[in-house]
T-cell receptor, first 111, second 116 residues
Framework: QKEVEQNSGPLSVPEGAIASLNCTYS??????FFWYRQYSGKSPELIMS????GDKEDGRFTAQLNKASQYVSLLIRDSQPSDSATYLC???????????FGGGTRLMVKP | GAVVSQHPSRVICKSGTSVKIECRSL??????MFWYRQFPKQSLMLMAT?????????EQGVEKDKFLINHASLTLSTLTVTSAHPEDSSFYIC????????????FGNGTRLTVT
C-alpha cells in the first residue's frame, strides 16, 4: 500500500476557477507536508509547506491540513493556464526529514 | 532561498560509456541528498539516499555498482552512471535536505541523459 496517495488526474478546470488537489497519507506520525509543482520536463519546485492543522495561505495558493483525517489539500484560486502542471504531495514520516512523495496529480487549466 | 545546482543539464553519450552528474547545495549544508529518476509521464522514483561521509543507501532494484554515488562533502554529491545503456536514458534529479528540522527538500534542475 502506498504511503502517500494522490489522484493521478488529469484534473481539468476552466481558467479563473478554483482547483482543488487532494492527498492522503497513511503514517499518523507524519510531521511535515509539502506541495511541489512540476512542469513537464522540469524538476519539482516547492510551492507550499504546512506543519500544523488548518489553512495556510500564500497568494493564490492555500494548503489545508487535517491530521485527524490524514489528508492535506492544495487550493489554487483564479487558476491560470500557467498553473497547468503536475502537483506532487510530499510527507515527512518523522522528524528525521525523510520525504515520501505521492504519484502526483496532473492539473490542466483551460483558457 | 536555498538553491541546488545540478550539472550537466543535458548529456548524450554512447552506450558503454560512463556519465557523472554533480549536485551541489549552494547556500546551505546538506547532510543528506537524494537521487531520483523519472521516466516520461511517470512519477519520481527514488534511487538512493546519499549521506555525507558514508555509503549511499539504495532503493530496492537499483544496482549500486551501476549507479555510483559519492557524497564527499556537505555541499556536493555525485552520481555516476557506469556502462550506460539506452534503457538508462531518463531524467535524473537530485535533491538536498538542509540540517534544520522541517527543512523542505530542494531540487536541482535535473539532468536529461540520452544514451545512444
Amino acid at each position: 500500500q502506498k504511503e502517500v496517495e494522490q489522484n493521478s488526474g488529469p484534473l481539468s478546470v476552466p481558467e479563473g476557477a478554483i482547483a482543488s488537489l487532494n492527498c492522503t497519507y497513511s503514517d499518523r506520525g507524519s510531521q511535515s507536508f509539502f506541495w511541489y509543482r512540476q512542469y513537464s520536463g522540469k524538476s519539482p519546485e516547492l510551492i507550499m509547506s504546512i506543519y500544523s492543522n488548518g489553512d495556510k495561505e500564500d497568494g493564490r495558493f492555500t494548503a489545508q491540513l487535517n491530521k485527524a483525517s490524514q489528508y492535506v489539500s492544495l487550493l489554487i484560486r483564479d487558476s491560470q493556464p500557467s498553473d497547468s502542471a503536475t502537483y506532487l504531495c510530499a510527507v515527512s514520516p518523522n522528524a528525521g526529514n525523510m520525504l515520501t512523495f505521492g504519484g502526483g496529480t496532473r492539473l490542466m487549466v483551460k483558457p | 532561498g536555498a538553491v541546488v545546482s545540478q550539472h550537466p543539464s543535458r548529456v548524450i553519450c554512447k552506450s558503454g560509456t560512463s556519465v557523472k552528474i554533480e549536485c551541489r547545495s549552494l547556500d546551505f549544508q546538506a547532510t543528506t541528498m537524494f537521487w531520483y529518476r523519472q521516466f516520461p509521464k511517470q512519477s519520481l522514483m527514488l534511487m538512493a539516499t546519499s549521506n555525507e561521509g558514508s555509503k549511499a543507501t539504495y532503493e530496492q532494484g537499483v544496482e549500486k555498482d551501476k549507479f555510483l554515488i559519492n557524497h564527499a562533502s556537505l555541499t556536493l554529491s555525485t552520481l555516476t552512471v557506469t556502462s550506460a545503456h539506452p534503457e538508462d536514458s531518463s531524467f535524473y534529479i537530485c535533491s538536498a535536505l538542509g540540517t534544520a528540522d522541517n527543512s523542505p527538500l530542494h531540487f536541482g534542475n535535473g539532468t536529461r541523459l540520452t544514451v545512444t
